[in-house]
């Protein structure tokens, strides 16, 4: 089992930036990759950006945020970091954190609001 904690969603002004956290905690060795996803309302959840936490730390964007968003992990900590500038209305979701494990099973965060607003 792994567990997942998200932390950083809150009301940012557009153009604002905003860090979420997301900590994972119990059976940590048996994950390989965590990611972010957002769902606004009326849409579907779709992916936001993913990270290999094995050898490599190979990252994948969605086109929507590439080159506004940044994910990375300290590993040390068990945790995963999505830091996020320039802000637009259209990135107000509320973002969930996502780890899959070995042998395949998915787990998730109990999500965040982000809302980008003036």
């Known amino acids: 089992q792994v567990q997942l904690v998200e932390s950083g969603g809150g009301l940012v002004q557009p153009g604002g930036s905003l860090r979420l956290s997301c900590a994972a905690s119990?059976?940590?060795?048996?994950?390989?990759?965590m990611g972010w996803y957002r769902q606004a309302p009326g849409k579907q959840r779709e992916l936001v950006a993913t990270?290999?936490?094995?050898?490599?730390?190979?990252?994948n964007y969605a086109d929507s945020v590439r080159g506004r968003f940044t994910i990375s992990r300290d590993n040390a900590n068990n945790t995963v970091y999505l830091q996020m500038n320039s802000l637009k209305p259209e990135d107000t979701a509320v973002y969930s954190c996502?780890?899959?494990?070995?042998?395949?099973?998915?787990?998730w965060g109990q999500g965040t609001q982000v809302t980008v607003s003036s």
């Open positions: 990270i290999l936490i094995t050898s490599g730390g190979r990252t």
């Open positions: 119990g059976s940590i060795f048996s994950i390989s990759t």
């Open positions: 996502n780890a899959i494990t070995v042998p395949i099973r998915n787990y």
